[in-house]
Nanobody, 119 residues
């Protein structure tokens, strides 16, 4: 099994920055993709950004140029640096990883961390 522990959420004002972290632990053989999704009230969960082991990244159009995803493979940790935050970025942010353990590749989700952007 894989456990994901997220941290870094909180309340910020528009234009401010915030960095989320997600550390994966457990009997992990390898992690291929790590990413962040978010879900605002009454909206579907949506992809924010993903990063592969080799460093390939993909971002939602709404966050391009403002958010940066990175990972530390040695620590099985993924980060999301968020800048120029807007009220519409308010959501619960979920960490997502595709990991191989004794089982073949599976997708795992974190418990979510609240990000609120408000003046």
């Amino acid at each position: 099994q894989v456990q994901l522990v997220e941290s870094g959420g909180g309340l910020v004002q528009p234009g401010e920055s915030l960095t989320l972290s997600c550390a994966a632990s457990g009997s992990i053989f390898s992690i291929s993709v790590m990413g962040w999704y978010r879900q605002a009230p009454e909206k579907q969960r949506e992809l924010v950004a993903v990063i592969t082991t080799g460093g390939y990244t993909k971002y939602a159009d709404s966050v391009k140029g403002r958010f940066t995803i990175s990972r530390n493979n040695a620590k099985n940790t993924v980060y999301l640096q968020m800048s120029s935050l807007k009220p519409e970025d308010t959501a619960v942010y979920y960490c997502n990883v595709v990991a191989r353990t004794v089982e073949p590749n599976r997708t795992y989700w974190g418990q979510g961390t609240q990000v609120t952007v408000s003046s």
